[in-house]
């Protein structure tokens, strides 16, 4: 059955499937907000025993967020019992399965998802004129394949640079020998099905410029590609950090610990300012090796693993927020650390947020020297870090929801007209 009744169909109409709660849900509420979300498919849709989850450990109060109460359910199909008895038999396994399994087993759940959902579609009445898809890589190719056969316009979104990104973490963990914590490469099979699905789209979706020019070296053809940045909720209460003349600045790392993400540099930066009046958080799960994090200075202080509900809590304990990462193919912690009022230092390999010098720094990627002096100048210079507080939260605007789906909309009409 139709969401719409015929006569209040919009000028146009989305179906997104999508695992996990990828941003809390941050493009089915864009379009749901421009009333354009015909369906959302979900792995898991939490709708009864939430408050009983947020009093339980990381792993169920992480299952509590997956859920969003401004999105109607029942614009929602989820496919609850069995994602969860996958995912959980994975989570069993996972400390034991090296990289190229675990891309094996994601492969395994796509080739499990998809067809749910295009089972499902199969009983819906499309309309290529007014219907989109929009799914994400890895989890969409038998969805892709369906709709490319009855016309219907699909985006997939590719959420990393693919290939080229996979290289450069492999070129770190050979740089930095016992620091990996999950060894070996992704398995051939999944980077197969990924170029499947970019060949199956109508139109690929990349969040940087950076993913563009990665997929465009893999060989998706530029005209193909749309570069929409992502989004995010912005809290009512915005405000600039306080800032003290003479405390500790504390400067947050909140992502998983791991190689990627350029702990390495982080750590090197911190040691190089181990007797300077600064701290180092570093929030998530642990990606590394204890023997690695045995090597950590005195001045870093681990939290560990951050669910959805402690992050404001999280970004409100510090001055500053850093992104040292080799590759990203956004990285929406830059808009959620800026939201609450910090300023950001980030590498180029991500989404181009920060302005250099005006909300944060720019520094170049494996370089734990620049990393520390860019950190060492905010400390030094409190005005500075006042004033790049202020104009974060200025630039955060910027990217407030819908501005992403109305970004696709406008992308989507043009290359229909080509």
């Known amino acids: 059955m139709d969401v719409f009744p015929d006569s209040e169909q919009p000028a146009s109409r989305w179906i997104i499937a999508q695992e996990g709660s990828r941003e809390t849900y941050s493009l089915p509420l864009a379009f749901y907000r421009i009333q354009q979300l015909r369906l959302l ?7 009864r025993g939430r408050n009983l989850l947020r009093r339980g450990p990381a792993h ?9 109460p401004e999105i109607p359910s029942e614009l929602v ?36 998802f998809a067809p749910q959902i295009c089972r499902h579609l199969k009983n819906q009445e499309l309309d290529p004129a007014v219907d989109h898809f929009f799914g994400f890589n890895g989890y969409s190719l038998e969805i892709l394949e369906y709709l ?53 789209a109508s139109a690929v979706m990349v969040n940087s410029n950076w993913s563009r020019k990665a ?8 005209k193909k590609i749309m570069v929409v940045p992502l989004a995010v909720q912005l809290p009512e209460e915005r405000k600039p950090v306080p800032i003290t003349a003479n405390g500790p600045l504390k400067v947050l790392w909140l992502g998983s610990v791991i190689l990627r993400k350029g702990i390495q540099y982080l750590v090197e930066a911190a040691r190089e300012l181990e007797r300077s009046n600064i701290e180092f958080l570093i929030a998530g799960p642990l990606g590394i090796t204890e023997q690695a994090v045995r090597t950590f200075p005195g001045n870093i202080k681990l939290l560990g693993r951050i669910t959805r509900d402690q992050l404001r809590r999280t970004y409100q304990t510090a001055h500053v927020f850093v992104l040292p990462t080799i590759s990203d193919g956004f990285a929406v912690t830059q808009l959620e ?11 180029p390999n991500c989404g181009e947020v920060v302005s250099h010098g005006v909300d944060g720094f720019i520094v170049p990627a494996r370089d734990g020297g620049a990393l520390a002096a860019a950190i060492c100048k905010l400390d030094s210079d409190r005005e500075l870090l006042r004033n790049m507080s202020a104009n974060s939260l200025l630039t955060v605007q910027k990217y407030k929801l819908p501005t992403n789906a109305i970004l696709m909309q406008k992308l989507v009409a043009q290359m229909r007209c080509n």
């Not at 290939?163 to 070996?184: H, I, K, N, Q, S």
């Open 60 to 68: 169920a109060r992480a299952l509590a967020t997956r859920f969003h």
């Open 337 to 347: 650390a800026m939201a609450q009022g910090l300023p950001v230092i980030a590498t």
């Open 77 to 112: 199909k989820s496919f609850t019992i069995g994602s969860t008895v996958r995912r959980a038999w994975l989570r069993l396994r996972q400390r034991k399965l090296s990289r190229t399994q675990i891309s094996l087993a994601d492969c395994e759940f796509g080739r499990w």
């Open 41 to 47: 498919y979900v792995d898991v849709w939490c709708t």
């Open 148 to 200: 490319r056969e009855i016309k219907i316009f699909s985006v997939l979104d590719q959420v990393d640079p693919g290939l080229v990104e996979e290289d450069m973490c492999f070129e770190e963990a050979e740089r930095w020998p016992g620091w990996e914590g999950t060894p070996g490469r992704i398995a051939p099979e999944y980077w197969d099905r990924v170029k499947a699905e970019w060949h199956a």
């Open 215 to 222: 997929l465009v070296q893999q060989g998706v053809p530029d």
